[in-house]
């Protein structure tokens, strides 16, 4: 395996890159999943073809943080240097960057010695190059993809992409996921610091019209816990029965916590990025009924998680799929989780992450994720209403592309049949 500028990837450079995105001092985004898992000092090369790690707990699902699962552990070269991914020539996949125009675009061309093969050992990437274009808003990206301007779009968000389903020259793939929204209120801080104001807004929630007002119905209900439908541990309804609309509930709710004539909640603060908007407005409107009021204010992706995400006491966060719960898990949910925009701390539910994290029989995993989605959906520092079917739109002359996950994206096995009919 060769690195894009020609020189070879060794085991020295998977040791560097591991030691460096697991120390705490480098600061990178791949603590959320390594914190407590991995230390600098429990990586180490053991031959020319071996890495061995040493935990510092025992972790199931380890292999997934250092896959593609994982998109802050992306190998680099042994003495790499911040800020040069741009320039190219680091990477081993299957196009490599030869330039990015900001605001614009990037453009790829196919690597000569990318190392993967398809299923008859033949040579990939088929396509000789790629072209990323940026646009600033999604309907301008329908359009783009409608004209052949684009041939895949591979995140949609179903409220602007509708007329795509009925359009002859594009295909819609599907793919359901544990994608999902979480509508985060601080636990520290009044009303959300007392657990009945945090459940009567979870009772006002029409959820079932939010899978088909925001997506058409492409969505599975979610229950203010995390575990998806699409995880094999899912706990079942008769495990954790599934939450509705109740505003009466949520009105007895708010009165036992003295709110007897409703509640004023602090300003719910929002991304603009793709269904989050809307959703914020349909969770005003719906939670006017149970006697909640609150205002919204929209932010730009950058400057909500620059500056909004973690400190405001009630806002939207858009989470994407993983391909296990774990890694979202421990940074969103636990006491010490750096991504805890809840800032929700239960020991008997950290204890209960901690078990199934070391737990490999998935009989036993299941049981334990059913008294943790207990606790979450009980306490619920967040609201999760729904888990997101991903959408891709693609051309129907683009053949070899995978319906998902639609936040990565696989070009190696993509071929062109000729003009869209």
Do not use: C
């Not at 041939?151 to 009925?166: H, K, N, S, V, W």
């Not at 706990?235 to 004539?261: C, F, I, N, S, W």
């Not at 793709?274 to 950058?302: C, F, N, W």
Request: without cysteine; charged residues 20%; glycine residues 10%.
């Amino acid at each position: 395996m060769k690195w894009h500028d020609g020189k070879p990837l060794t085991v020295d450079d998977v040791v560097a890159t591991m030691k460096m995105l697991s120390d705490p001092k480098v600061g990178s985004s791949a603590l959320s999943a390594f914190s407590g898992v991995l230390s600098p000092d429990g990586v180490r090369k053991v031959d020319d073809q071996t890495v061995h790690f040493t935990l510092d707990r025992p972790y199931v699902d380890f292999p997934y943080t250092v896959s593609d699962d994982n998109y802050n552990s992306i190998i680099l070269p042994a003495g790499y240097k911040k800020g040069s991914f741009s320039k190219g020539g680091i990477g081993t996949g299957p196009f490599i960057l030869k330039g990015v125009t900001p605001k614009q675009g990037a453009t790829f061309v196919a690597n000569p010695d990318y190392w993967g093969k398809d299923a008859k050992g033949g040579k990939l990437p088929y396509l000789s190059g790629v072209q990323v274009k940026y646009f600033n808003d999604p309907q301008s990206t329908v359009l783009a993809l409608q004209s052949g301007g684009v041939d895949i779009y591979p995140q949609m968000a179903y409220a602007t992409a509708r007329g795509l389903f009925g359009d002859p020259k594009v295909n819609v793939l599907k793919l359901p996921s544990s994608e999902h929204r979480t509508v985060a209120m601080r636990t520290d801080q009044a009303p959300f610091d007392d657990k009945r104001v945090r459940q009567a807004l979870a009772y006002s929630i029409d959820r079932a019209a939010l899978v088909k007002g925001l997506f058409g119905g492409n969505a599975e209900l979610g229950n203010d816990h995390t575990f998806a439908q699409v995880y094999p541990f899912a706990p079942t309804e008769a495990e954790v029965p599934q939450r509705k609309q109740d505003y009466e509930k949520a009105k007895q709710l708010l009165a036992a916590a003295g709110h007897t004539g409703g509640v004023t909640v602090p300003t719910l603060i929002v991304e603009e990025f793709l269904d989050v908007p809307e959703y914020a407005q349909l969770l005003q409107d719906q939670a006017k009924g149970a006697g909640i009021t609150m205002r919204l204010h929209q932010e730009s992706q950058s400057i909500f998680y620059n500056k909004v995400w973690l400190q405001t006491p009630f806002g939207i966060v858009d989470w994407g799929g993983r391909g296990s719960i774990s890694p979202l898990i421990e940074p969103a949910y636990t006491a010490k989780g750096i991504w805890n925009s809840s800032h929700w701390k239960d020991p008997a539910y950290d204890k209960l992450v901690a078990q199934f994290d070391s737990e490999a029989d998935e009989g036993r995993r299941k049981q334990i994720a059913a008294q943790a989605a207990k606790i979450q959906n009980d306490e619920t520092p967040t609201l999760i209403s729904f888990f997101i079917t991903g959408l891709r739109g693609v051309r129907k002359n683009v053949q070899g592309i995978e319906n998902g996950p639609v936040d990565h994206i696989d070009a190696s096995k993509v071929w062109l049949t000729g003009p869209a009919a």
